[in-house]
């Protein structure tokens, strides 16, 4: 059973980083596209970034220039980078395949932009 397991939230102040990861055990995480996904209070889960299999990768437009996605095959892990970190970005940000979704979500971890 594929278990994934995202770590590296945190709170911080707006403006802050931080760094965020996706480890993807019990199948590669290079079998298909990848993506990070958020979900606030009160507010449905949403895409946040995807990186293809071929390592093509997109943004939601609230994002972009902010955040980069990337992944180590060789580790399982996918990784997000977060810079210029706003208030509206808090959520709990989770993991999953993409464009479908073939695994149960795992906890996510939660991001909290405050000052």
């Known amino acids: 059973q594929v278990q994934l397991v995202e770590s590296g939230g945190g709170w911080v102040q707006p403006g802050g980083s931080l760094l965020l990861s996706c480890a993807v055990s019990?199948?590669?995480?290079?079998?298909?596209?990848m993506g990070w996904y958020r979900q606030a209070p009160g507010k449905s889960r949403e895409l946040v970034a995807f990186i293809a299999i071929g390592g093509t990768t997109n943004y939601r437009d609230s994002v972009k220039g902010r955040f980069t996605i990337s992944r180590d095959d060789a580790k399982n892990i996918v990784y997000l980078r977060m810079n210029s970190l706003k208030p509206e970005d808090t959520a709990a940000y989770y993991c999953?395949?993409?464009?479908?979704?073939?695994?149960?979500w795992g906890e996510g971890t939660q991001v909290t932009v405050s000052s």
């Open positions: 999953n395949t993409h464009p479908t979704i073939r695994y149960w």
């Open positions: 019990g199948n590669s995480a290079s079998l298909y596209g």
